[in-house]
């Protein structure tokens, strides 16, 4: 049998899993009687926690939200991953003072073994280049937003990007994309989805009346930003434009470039590659920065974008010779 410390771990970890537990299932879980479950529950009760027992055929335990914040356990790989999640969170971004504060209460508080293990796993989050020089974003703002979010009440606030112009949206979520905070939200105005950047919205109070959330295109929250941010409608993440090609050069040089692109080997010099983007044009000006052949497999709209760059580049080179 568990010692008691372990077993409370254990019994609390458990219910933190799911909503009701059925006594009888709980004693079999922790290999104890049901009559050791009743004990070790008034013990967490004593130490802070609200559990709340329910009647049924067998009895169960429900793990309710306390007034205060009691004193917190953790299993060991619990305590790990919470290290590494703030070592995350504090390298670069939004609330990255908080992180880096929380991270070090947290470190204090760990017995040495626990310590040693954080202390040799240090990790940096390596940001993509320019989105460390965003503005950051207030704390209370995205207090304001979560809560009406929450309560499904509409927002209104000014937003510079649009000229200073007020916006009215019902919010849905919000998600962070390469370093920077975004809120989803369907704008009133314009009846239709749009993404706006945390760091330009200034809120304004009071909010306005509940709504009934509308159903998001796809239902994904992760899709339908990759899908918009890719310049499609949303409802999928593939790329709006998509050609393949072959460059004179080997596949182990290109891979590492062409991200979400498929690199095929055709030979000690030469690969074909599949890349996608947001326009004909910019697929093209992409695959141009490989410097070397290039023999367009299709579609027929990649040649053209290549022939109307091939005669801007041309048109450039003649304006700043001349």
């Given at each position: 049998m568990q010692k008691t410390s372990s077993r409370l771990l254990a019994l609390l970890s458990l219910l933190q899993t799911r909503r009701d537990w059925l006594g009888e299932d709980?004693?079999?879980?922790?290999?104890?009687?049901?009559?050791?479950?009743?004990?070790?529950?008034?013990?967490?009760?004593?130490?802070?926690?609200?559990?709340?027992?329910?009647?049924?055929?067998s009895g169960g335990y429900r793990l309710g939200p306390g007034t205060q914040l009691p004193?917190?356990?953790?299993?060991?790989?619990?305590?790990?991953?919470?290290?590494?999640?703030?070592?995350?969170?504090?390298?670069?971004t939004t609330l990255a003072e908080d992180a880096a504060r929380a991270l070090a209460t947290i470190r204090q508080v760990m017995p040495p073994r626990l310590r040693h293990r954080m202390d040799t796993m240090r990790i940096t989050a390596v940001h993509p280049t320019g989105s460390g020089d965003a503005p950051q974003v207030d704390a209370q703002v995205l207090t304001d937003l979560s809560t009406a979010i929450h309560a499904h009440e509409e927002l209104r606030?000014?937003?510079p990007a649009t000229a200073g112009r007020r916006r009215r949206v019902e919010p849905h979520h919000l998600a962070t994309w390469q370093g920077r905070w975004y809120l989803l939200a369907w704008d009133l105005d314009r009846a239709d989805w749009r993404i706006f950047r945390v760091d330009r919205v200034r809120p304004r109070t009071p909010t306005g009346p509940r709504f009934t959330p509308r159903e998001l295109p796809g239902g994904d929250v992760a899709a339908f930003i990759t899908g918009r941010f890719r310049g499609s409608d949303g409802t999928t993440t593939d790329w709006p434009c998509r050609g393949e090609v072959v460059l004179g050069l080997p596949a182990f040089a290109v891979a590492p470039f062409v991200q979400d692109g498929i690199v095929e080997e055709l030979g000690p010099d030469r690969c074909r590659l599949t890349l996608g983007s947001w326009s004909w044009t910019g697929l093209a000006a992409g695959l141009g920065?490989?410097?070397?052949?290039?023999?367009v497999i299709g579609p027929p709209e990649l040649k053209d974008a290549f022939a109307h760059l091939a005669t801007r580049c041309a048109n450039a080179a003649r304006d700043t010779a001349g």
């Open positions: 709980l004693a079999e879980r922790l290999d104890v009687t049901p009559r050791t479950v009743r004990r070790d529950v008034d013990r967490l009760r004593q130490l802070g926690y609200p559990i709340r027992a329910f009647r049924g055929p004193p917190l356990l953790f299993d060991d790989d619990q305590a790990v991953a919470l290290a590494l999640a703030l070592q995350t969170a504090a390298s670069g606030f000014d937003y920065s490989f410097d070397t052949d290039i023999e």
